[in-house]
């Protein structure tokens, strides 16, 4: 695009991390994940567009690229026009995370398939952790094999990126010698105060007994150690997951709906 098109929609590439921090900064929670791709550990894999105060994030550590943008209500007219703007200039397919209402913004440009409405969810009330025993033991780079091994069997077709094994926030529960629940991150950066769970599972045969609160209970004493911010992202109608998390302390502070599938109307990959 030209420079005069970007002058036009006032939408800027935004490099200056230091900027981000500050505007994603006014509601950490909600931004949990875009403040925690500003680490050194994701930066090289993002682009950032921002119009005002108003923020898109393009994650390309992942294929295809996935898009996130979150608002409260107030504030979601801004970033539904911010979405328009950016449109033309995003890739021909991709992954979508939004806040409700926002994928009308790119109805015009793209076909999309929705993954259903999920939860934001953040640790609010850390005292119940003291009612759930916790248990694991810190898993690390050699427990890899048996640690993808054990999501083939818990959670086959989980999105893991095996790079977070090293910062030492995933904990694992054994049985026999074998993995059967664990709990890890999917952001950790005590740069930017933020984690946020993810990968966390537990094997058919332990279901039930308790396992996964043992290791989410483990690993958020860990995290709260070291950032000021612990979250996660569950499906809306994952009843089990969503009490499990709450009665760790977890409450629900906000919705946003997953497009497994977004393609450019007219390109090939909307025709294929």
Aim: some cysteine; aromatic content about 10%.
């Amino acid at each position: 695009m030209t420079s005069g098109w970007w002058a036009e929609v006032a939408v800027r590439a935004e490099h200056d991390r230091a900027v981000l921090a500050g505007l994603l900064g006014r509601d950490p929670v909600l931004h949990a994940y875009q403040l925690g791709d500003l680490d050194d550990f994701f930066w090289p894999f993002t682009s950032w567009f921002r119009s005002g105060d108003e923020v898109v994030l393009l994650y390309h550590g992942v294929a295809p690229p996935t898009l996130l943008a979150f608002a409260a209500p107030q504030r979601a007219a801004a970033l539904a026009e911010l979405l328009t703007r950016v449109a033309p200039v995003l890739p021909a397919r991709l992954y979508a995370h939004l806040s409700p209402g926002l994928i009308g913004a790119l109805a015009g440009s793209f076909d999309h398939v929705p993954g259903g409405r999920h939860l934001r969810m953040a640790l609010t009330d850390p005292g119940r952790l003291a009612g759930v025993p916790a248990a694991g033991e810190v898993l690390g780079a050699a427990d890899l094999p048996e640690l993808l091994r054990f999501y083939e069997r818990a959670y086959p077709g989980n999105w893991f990126d095996a790079r977070m094994v090293e910062t030492g926030q995933y904990v694992g529960v054994r049985d026999g010698g074998e993995l059967v629940a664990v709990a890890g991150v999917h952001v950790f950066s005590p740069a930017y105060g933020v984690a946020a769970l993810g990968n966390v599972a537990t094997v058919p045969r332990c279901r039930g007994r308790g396992l996964g609160a043992a290791v989410v209970a483990a690993l958020c004493g860990r995290l709260r150690e070291r950032v000021g911010h612990v979250v996660l992202n569950v499906k809306a109608d994952n009843t089990a997951a969503v009490r499990l998390y709450e009665r760790v302390g977890f409450t629900r502070v906000a919705d946003y709906d997953e497009f497994s599938l977004v393609a450019r109307v007219g390109s090939a990959a909307a025709a294929g």
